[in-house]
């Protein structure tokens, strides 16, 4: 019989808990408060930066990037970040100050100097600092964030992408991220999504599924509890509607094997692109209304309602004009409906959390 560690939960601190799978000798258990799910017991912070030696960052990391010792292509980082590089185009603007949390060799950070930003890294890898410094050129601090000082309200951004599952103790960085973003400054986050229907199709053999790895596995209700105990009141938590069949532990099962030709035969259906274009634009419609709410969390740019802008402009529209735009907002409503009843069963891979100070 399990007993819980006096630690407890790494985001309520409760020490109650149901074991939902055993991996790699190693157990994954559910908070009975939270609903967290998290590795335990509790892996030696020494054990853990074992992981991230020299020959991980060459052999396994820099592979996926095509980069080496030599160098790296700066098209291809670009590519892979061009998602992020256009939330920090579109939603906060260009030339602030960025942070960037479990930065790796950081090419992150280079991609998004190209774009004028002024760029700071945190990485506990000592091989990863060392390429950042001396081969990507950015500056990347050794160490953890709690670790490293900086003055309050310090950073127009912060990112943490694929980092947060790894951290030990993740509300405490949370808060200090809090601290030293500045007033209207955000904070983006990118991290597995446990509801993911990958998940489900591949049951523990999800490469997700990584006690020794990934410290912690959020959803969307736990990844919101985080924020807010951090002291964020604004944010929107996004599940991006994207599936990878190769992230498995075995690919010699009926499971992987059933999962990818799912993947190829919805991947190109007309539907699956047209689903994915409306969840984008959605991400787009909340992430404006974010931007947008002032301190006291009006948004003006909505003046208060919609009504109130439909109203304002009644005597300059025709009754034609106001049947078409209440039917296409009908439609919107419909479809919108149908898109979050379809998201809350058939979930992603990934969350994207982004949250205003």
Not at 33 to 62: A, K, N
Not at 155 to 168: A, Y
Request: aromatic share 12%.
């Amino acid at each position: 019989m399990l007993e819980p560690e006096k630690k407890g939960c790494l985001l309520c601190s409760s020490q109650k808990f149901k074991i939902v799978y055993k991996k790699f000798d190693h157990y994954l258990v559910r908070c009975s408060r939270c609903g967290l799910v998290y590795s335990w017991p509790p892996i030696p912070e020494e054990v853990l930066l074992q992981r991230y030696t020299e020959d991980y960052l060459f052999r396994e990391y820099l592979p996926i990037f095509k980069a080496d010792r030599r160098g790296f292509q700066i098209e291809l980082i670009q590519n892979h970040y061009s998602f992020f590089l256009h939330l920090l185009d579109n939603y906060s603007g260009s030339g602030g100050k960025i942070l960037d949390i479990g930065c790796g060799p950081g090419f992150f950070l280079k991609a998004a100097s190209e774009k004028g930003w002024q760029g700071e890294g945190v990485e506990i890898s000592e091989a990863a600092v060392e390429y950042a410094n001396n081969i990507v050129g950015v500056k990347v601090h050794l160490g953890k964030i709690e670790d490293m000082h900086f003055s309050p309200e310090s950073f127009d951004v912060i990112t943490l992408l694929d980092s947060l599952e790894h951290l030990m103790d993740p509300l405490g960085v949370i808060n200090e991220c809090y601290i030293i973003l500045k007033k209207r400054g955000f904070i983006i986050i990118d991290t597995p999504d446990y509801q993911s229907f990958s998940r489900l199709i591949l049951g523990k053999n999800w490469a997700v599924l990584s006690p020794w790895e990934h410290l912690t596995n959020f959803s969307e209700k736990t990844l919101s509890l985080l924020l807010r105990k951090a002291g964020f009141k604004d944010f929107i938590i996004y599940n991006q509607f994207k599936f990878n069949p190769e992230n498995t532990h075995d690919k010699s099962s009926f499971r992987y094997r059933l999962w990818k030709r799912m993947n190829e035969k919805v991947g190109q259906s007309r539907l699956f692109s047209k689903w994915q274009t409306f969840s984008q634009h959605e991400l787009g419609q909340e992430l404006s209304i974010l931007r947008e709410y002032d301190e006291e969390g009006v948004n003006p740019g909505l003046e208060n309602s919609e009504t109130f802008a439909q109203e304002k402009h009644t005597s300059k529209t025709t009754e034609i004009g106001r049947s078409i735009k209440k039917n296409a907002r009908e439609k919107r409503r419909i479809i919108s409906k149908i898109w979050s009843l379809i998201s809350s069963y058939i979930r992603g891979d990934s969350l994207l959390a982004i949250a205003k100070k």
